[in-house]
């Protein structure tokens, strides 16, 4: 159910492209909230104007998506775009938006699309929390610092790309080379209908050296086996192995969580690498060797071993335990231009968190062409 309300923009009070957050009166009297805007979707509202709402997620006190949503300007009609494509995103929405897409027959990169094969060996990072994004890439430019980076943003979270902060600020500072939306997710840089053309135009539209699939901010979870939407990652690996590429999966690992099944290894991994993935994949971790490994990275380990490595093979699928030194990543990590969190923590407060997703950027750096990165072998156990 949607939850409506209405209001009278008050301010603009920040923006970051394609958004721009308000502070909106209610009609009711009862005070001010704040709200969001997508240019994309109703053009950015001006002090004084009335706006209807969507307050669901705000009244229910959700983190990720707890601003109200601009569904309407009523005395408005946004300037309209145009779109020489038929594709459609957020599809039978109220808000269905159409796009240009990658792979659409009018789109001047459709023959580029429709004639690409694969990926041609490219390195790609699939993790289950937008947070790991900025830790991946600091990871990449700590071993190779003029890589061409591009991110797909799928569909399992915040539909549109826009409302990532980190990838704005990431495109801004030319640590990514271009953000694909794919599936349903609108208002990258780029659009596609599957993970996999956008990995093809990551490719060989963006010319990519290596590309980054994450669900965007709003990571879902239940706290049952299967109910969670970073399982996705499954799936998005399984786009990079088909279609050629060199999968990497990035574990999400906390040394802070208070919730049981998220410390140390989170079972999001174990259940999205150990249970869902049918093709082999790089598992980057610390090796024994490394001054930092401790009894905390030795735990990882064995989760890793218990439950991933163990079930995988047993379906007949042989993962790789991939040694990845870690010389260097902290200060890569602090020299990244956004702010480093991850449900609410600091760098400071779960460094374990952004290392282990720095390992697996170095771990795709490591794998291009040129050379491996230090450290960077396969462990047999």
């Not at 970073?230 to 040394?255: D, F």
């Not at 760098?347 to 230090?374: I, K, M, N």
Request: net charge positive; proline share 6%; charged share 20%.
């Amino acid at each position: 159910m949607l939850r409506w309300e209405r209001g009278t923009v008050s301010a603009v009070t920040s923006s970051w492209p394609g958004v721009h957050r308000l502070e909106v009166a209610l009609d009711d009297g009862t005070g001010t909230l704040r709200a969001l805007a997508y240019e994309e979707l109703t053009g950015c509202p001006e002090p004084g104007e009335p706006v209807l709402l969507n307050t669901n997620a705000l009244r229910r006190e959700l983190g990720t998506g707890g601003d109200a949503m601009v569904v309407a300007r009523p005395e408005v009609l946004p300037a309209q775009a145009e779109v020489r494509g038929h594709m459609v995103k957020a599809r039978y929405t109220p808000m269905q938006t159409m796009v240009d897409a990658l792979d659409d027959p009018d789109s001047e990169h459709y023959q580029t699309v429709r004639a690409a094969k694969g990926v041609g060996g490219m390195p790609v990072v699939v993790a289950d929390l937008h947070s790991s994004l900025p830790a991946i890439i600091a990871g990449i430019r700590a071993r190779r610092r003029s890589a061409r980076i591009a991110y797909v943003h799928t569909d399992a979270a915040a539909l549109p790309a826009a409302y990532s902060k980190s990838a704005a600020r990431l495109r801004e500072a030319e640590l990514l080379t271009s953000v694909i939306s794919a599936g349903q997710s609108f208002g990258g840089d780029l659009e596609a209908v599957t993970v996999h053309s956008a990995l093809l135009g990551a490719r060989h539209v963006v010319g990519a050296d290596i590309a980054i699939v994450i669900q965007g901010p709003g990571n879902l979870g239940t706290g049952t086996g299967w109910g969670f939407s970073g399982v996705q990652a499954a799936e998005s690996l399984h786009a990079a192995a088909v279609l050629g590429g060199v999968p990497v999966a990035t574990l999400r690992v906390s040394g802070a969580d208070e919730r049981e099944r998220h410390r140390g290894l989170s079972h999001h991994s174990s259940t999205a690498y150990g249970r869902a993935l049918l093709a082999p994949v790089h598992l980057p971790v610390l090796p024994r060797t490394d001054s930092r490994y401790n009894a905390f990275h030795e735990s990882v380990r064995k989760q890793v071993k218990r439950t991933i490595l163990k079930p995988a093979k047993k379906r007949g699928v042989l993962h790789h335990l991939t040694e990845v030194d870690a010389k260097g990543l902290r200060d890569a990590l602090e020299e990244m231009p956004v702010r480093m969190t991850t449900m609410g923590r600091t760098l400071a407060e779960d460094y374990p968190a952004f290392q282990y997703a720095a390992l697996a950027g170095r771990c795709a750096a490591g794998l291009l062409p040129s050379g491996s990165a230090p450290g960077a072998t396969r462990s047999p156990a």
